[in-house]
């Protein structure tokens, strides 16, 4: 995923946070950590999308996103193999309200979700990635001006050196 904009940088921070205590999370509860999409956790969805069951490549997918706002965690209990379609189409969403799911997907996701113990009480998390992002934010536009202004001259002589190169 390329960087388009700087609050990229602090939500790529969250998102490596919201990993990392996923992982704690699931040491907590005697589980190895999740890994990459695990075939047991693909069969037990019919190797099929969770959503709208198309079988085909898959994702993971955070039913609870794994943002600031939404703090899912990546853990057991959180993760289902997605189309990239209704990966998409889901973006920030809650999963309940996912266009594409059926009553029996819906079951399926939600016995999941239960015997996977996944409840994670994430209130206090709130406060310090509120402070994450607002830190990896500063840090990240401190750093992009640090360069700017130590590489001012040679951002203005980049135009003349291309022009040197093209009368060769
Ligand atoms: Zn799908």
């Known amino acids: 995923m390329p960087l388009r904009s700087f609050a990229d940088v602090p939500n790529r921070i969250v998102r490596l946070f919201l990993q990392e205590a ?3 999370y699931d040491a907590n509860r005697g589980l190895r950590p999740f890994g990459s999409m695990p075939k047991t956790l693909i069969d037990r969805f019919d190797g099929a999308c969770a959503y709208c069951g198309e079988v085909g490549p898959l994702v993971e ?5 794994m943002n600031r706002a939404a ?16 990966n998409d ?5 809650a999963w309940e309200v996912h266009p594409m799911l059926d009553p029996h997907r819906r079951t399926a996701i ?8 996944y409840a994670p009480d994430v209130s206090e998390l709130r406060v310090v990635l509120s402070k994450l992002y607002e830190l990896a934010d500063r840090q990240t536009r401190a750093l992009v001006e640090f360069g700017l202004v130590a590489s001012r001259p040679y951002i203005a002589g980049l135009n003349a050196a291309a022009t040197d190169t093209a009368d060769d």
């Open 110 to 117: 939600s016995d999941y979700i239960t015997e996977s113990g």
């Open 89 to 93: 189409l889901k973006a920030a969403r």
């Open 22 to 24: 996923g992982r704690q």
């Open 71 to 86: 703090i899912g965690l990546h853990a057991w209990g959180n993760i289902v193999p997605s189309c990239k379609r209704c």
């Open 61 to 65: 997918e955070h039913l609870v996103p």
